[in-house]
């Protein structure tokens, strides 16, 4: 039988959690009902999928991933549309990029129509707890972790593949704002050869002591390159671009940035609309000369929570590149404007992205095995 042809197994938990009020959501505070999970042998590769309900792990302390941080993650989200349907955006690209974090961390690879369907399914089953207020959405965490109870570096022959799912409020509750960023000299990110290119909680948990020493008004860092500390990378954990002359460029992967399902996303829509679009190496100095020449337009991150991102001011030591006045220009307007839009199913989508799971009906309708 097929990997994406075989039956998940389910438990549906006895009395579901009380679900919070639209305003009283967090980012990643609360839990569903339920999570899927799938183990990996080397004996019998991943095996035993199944929705489970939503519990703490039983992990030995020895297990790798807590000595030698092999694991992967990544982050999605279901939107309901007008029409109460729940549909998902671009998930293939997360799997596949979830795989190619795999194949960097020596972690084996999943069968990504089969992480689809399993999804899809713990989504059905959870629906209700999609929320409906505007601009909320449910944010979805598949994660990859090493089990094996083993004190040595090596790769591990044991691994746990789970999803689980939380109910997140609007990212900007009183509209899109930009932020101030300071530019970071002392600590990179990742570098070239590193595991920049992968999501996986090494990366995120380097990245923080920039941000805590970041003064007080600062929202995030802007990250430059490990080697010659000149070229832009990433702005916290966002792509990052730059509207410079008419054009807007964005830092060219290359092995130290991750690849963006929203960053790509942005790059075709703006072809799409014929808007000159350039990836490249982009410096620090050529930003700053682009403001002194009047020709810094725009700036703005991209990612999954925040979907665009303006940045109204840079910090760099005693310099201040105030961009726009401060202001969402508008092709961060128009880009966070569509995006939402085909997310949530309230435009047309020409690019084929939404995936959809299933019309949600009856918020009190109980999913059965």
Known sequence: MEEEQREIRTDICSSGKEKPKSDQLEFGRIFTDHMFLMDYSNEEGWHDPRIVPYEPLNVDPSAMVFHYGQSV?????????????????????NFSRMNHSNNRLCIPPIDETFALKALKQLITLDKDWIPEAEGTSLYIRPFIISTEAFLGVAPSGHYKFIIILSPVGAYYK????????????????????????????????????????????????????????KYIEEVGSMNVFFKI?????????????????????VIELLKYWNVPVEERKLSMEEVIKAHQDGKLEEAFGAGTAAVISPIGELVRGEKHLEINESKTGPIAKRLYDTLTGIQYGKLEDPFDWVEKVETVKDSALKASS
């Not at 993650?73 to 690209?93: I, S, V």
């Not at 002392?186 to 570098?191: E, G, K, L, P, S």
């Not at 002359?245 to 996303?265: D, Q, Y």
């Open 245 to 265: 002359g008419g054009k807007v460029v964005t830092p060219a992967l290359n092995g130290s940035i991750l690849e963006g399902v929203t960053r790509n996303s």
């Open 73 to 93: 993650f990544e982050g999605m989200k279901a939107y309901l549309t007008p029409e109460r349907e729940a549909q998902l955006f671009r998930p293939q690209r």
């Open 174 to 229: 009183e509209g899109i704002n930009p932020i101030k960023i300071a530019v970071e000299h002392d600590y990179v990110r990742t570098v070239k050869g590193g595991t920049g290119e992968a999501k996986t909680g090494g990366n995120y948990a380097a990245s923080l002591k920039a941000q805590e020493m970041a003064e007080e008004g600062i929202a995030q860092v802007l990250w430059l390159d490990g080697v010659e500390r």
